[in-house]
């Protein structure tokens, strides 16, 4: 399984920025987040088929994911970006198929760093 995230960069509060991962395998691919000093968080989930997505109530209506399955991409839309969204981000996936919310991906990608600030 390979997971390679780009696009994190500097945001502004309220403004924009998405994510890409590199996915490779037909299951659900995440992201998580790790902000200084706190332990890493679910952020969001998407099912292969792109039809079953999960948030975190954190970024519910702000964050939206998607997937490109001829590219192999999943992207993470942020919009509305707050500066408690500051973390390194991590692209994840889960083997065999299922998601469940609470569950430990299996695989991990290196982080991108996200700072939100003006």
């Known amino acids: 399984v390979q997971l390679q995230a780009s696009g994190g960069g500097l945001g502004q509060p309220g403004g924009s920025l998405r994510l890409s991962c590199a996915a490779s395998g037909r299951t659900f691919v995440g992201w998580f987040r790790q902000a200084p000093g706190k332990e890493r968080e679910f952020v969001s989930a998407?099912?292969?088929?792109?039809?079953?997505?999960y948030y975190a109530d954190p970024v519910k209506g702000r964050f939206t994911i998607s997937r490109d399955n001829a590219k192999n991409t999943v992207y993470l839309q942020m919009n509305s970006l707050k500066p408690e969204d500051t973390a390194v981000y991590y692209c994840?996936?889960?083997?065999?198929?299922?998601?469940?919310?609470?569950?430990?991906?299996?695989?991990w990608g290196q982080g991108t760093q996200v700072t939100v600030s003006s």
């Open positions: 994840v996936s889960y083997s065999g198929g299922v998601y469940y919310t609470g569950r430990t991906p299996n695989y």
């Open positions: 998407i099912s292969w088929s792109g039809g079953s997505t």
